[in-house]
């Protein structure tokens, strides 16, 4: 496969991001990767040139810029001329640690939903608490600020194709966000998310799940609207942030007793850190259009751009995404015939 | 003044409840207090009888009742009589400990609105991490489901009276809970609301704020709807649940070298559970309503019961509820005057 590598995004752009592509290629050899970018800076970290295309461009997108003008001004910035590599057939996916809007952006205008599917939504892999290996698919996070129960409902097919083909789950279970666990509860949108959802005969619709138990592990996937999405896991990064920094300050605080604490409890800490890092399920997938775009955080570094890689490459291998486009297709097909 | 207590609601009633009152009664000599609930349980618990008036029920709703149900139906239930007690002016002020979703109701359907306050919000003084002093007051927790632009801005105006007049915080900042920081984010609600927020003229409104930085006290008050304040609650409860868990299990199972860590960093962790607890501040107000109606959780002690009740003395004195009612009244005036 082909990915297109969007190499000037992000905080440690492209350091980060080519030294990534350098570890991930070593485990995936059949794949080409297309870095758009400086081609001076990008040389700097490059160990191999095969299978590696440098594409140079001196624009790029930065973290502030207002993302849909960006898209249609910087025609040559390295994450445009990668989305446009995929939309000509040049690549099979995009990947970037850039402006998260401006990729959003990108996706919707250059690469292209699939079609009827109405609105794309960004989903990550979010963590379970107490259990390593174990995570669940979250959509949309974000990428929509408003959502009806039809876009949700898909939201569901195409998170139940990911989680069963990308992280192999069988069956998996799929949850409603929602103000409670019993089915009558909601907010006008969730009720009638819900009612959909039950009549959806591909998913294994498992009912509702509360925020609170969201890092349980009571569902392999929860769908929900774009603004509660975004609203949820911000509160969940921010308490965990916050709580992580009054610990550390505690101990800090606390004198030679909380010092030599701190030190021998510096395992458990590390592990708890781990717990809540994500990044090794890979970065967030705008989902619903023709091709895989993946973002990870800004401030990733090679280890994660090697996941993210990882991903992409699953994603590819396990045709999941053409998969969706015939099922969408049918779904259209069969909705006319009835 | 006079406080119908519910005193057979919650998880250690009465035990919990009646002893927080005899703690209360000794800071606030002026206060009658009137239980209500089974006599013989209440007199156990009993240290005084001085200011202290048992109104025996046999009757109570329980934890899964359904709510409205539970309140039209248990006409005896000591909930019941405690939020007609307020009714009918023979109390100020209504606490209790037990079902949310009744408590909502008996203060909706028997206390009764505020004039011209359309949708009663939640509402719970919410800690700022680090700042043990620090807090800020959120609504809507979770009263509603479905809010309008018109309901959240009335939040932000009963918030701000409380925030000055009931926590002694000079000019309130309020921001509205939004997918981004800037002005022109957020959904077709959020935004409507911020338009709505920046032509009202007796708040200080200070922008949006997102659910990562609720914890850092940037703003005094915080409005939402209730659908998405409950998650956002519901998330940051699930969160540091959920990592204190890992924590705890990771030290457990690092061997003795965790342990004896464990037991040098006891003061550190115990400082981390007590800046989350924000039982100090009292309660859950569920406000916009004729009187103070106040909640707290199921599974609280004599102590929280004691600052809940600290909580409701204050609302008293500060004359926060008739200022509120007089402000709605005018509000209604000047709109028709128009």
Do not use: C, W
Request: aromatic share 6%.
């Amino acid at each position: 496969m082909k990915i297109a590598v969007d190499a000037m995004g992000g905080d440690f752009a492209p350091k980060a991001i080519v030294e990534g592509v350098m570890s991930a290629i070593t485990e995936f050899p059949d794949t080409e990767f297309q870095l758009y970018g400086k081609e001076s800076e990008i040389k700097k970290y490059l160990t191999t040139e095969k299978n590696i295309k440098i594409i140079h461009t001196d624009e790029k997108i930065e973290s502030d810029d207002e993302p849909v003008r960006a898209i249609r001004r910087k025609k040559e910035a390295s994450m445009v001329l990668a989305a446009k590599a995929v939309k000509e057939g040049e690549a099979d996916a995009v990947f970037s640690a850039g402006n998260t809007g401006a990729l959003l952006a990108a996706g919707l205008f250059i690469v292209g939903r699939i079609k009827n599917v109405e609105r794309p939504g960004l989903m990550t892999t979010m963590p379970v608490m107490g259990d390593p290996e174990g995570g669940f698919d979250f959509i949309d996070m974000g990428a929509n600020a408003d959502n009806k129960p039809e876009h949700i409902a898909q939201y569901a097919v195409l998170a139940s194709y990911y989680a069963e083909n990308v992280r192999g789950i069988k069956k998996p279970r799929v949850a409603l966000l929602n103000n409670g666990a019993e089915a009558t509860k909601g907010s006008e949108l969730t009720k009638a998310t819900y009612e959909l959802l039950s009549q959806t005969a591909d998913i294994n619709f498992v009912g509702n799940i509360e925020a609170r138990d969201l890092l349980t592990g009571q569902a392999d996937v929860v769908v929900t609207d774009g603004f509660t999405g975004n609203a949820v896991l911000k509160a969940t990064e921010g308490t965990a942030m916050s709580l992580m920094s009054v610990l550390k300050k505690s101990i800090l605080g606390s004198g030679l007793k909380g010092k030599i604490g701190a030190l021998l409890l510096k395992d458990a800490l590390r592990q708890v850190k781990k717990e809540l890092d994500y990044s090794s399920h890979g970065g967030a997938v705008l989902f619903g259009l023709k091709a895989p775009v993946v973002k990870t955080h800004g401030s990733t570094g090679p280890e994660a751009v090697h996941h993210t890689i990882r991903q992409i490459h699953t994603m590819h291998e396990s045709h999941v995404i053409p998969d969706l486009v015939a099922y969408f297709e049918e779904e259209k097909v069969a909705d006319n015939a009835e």
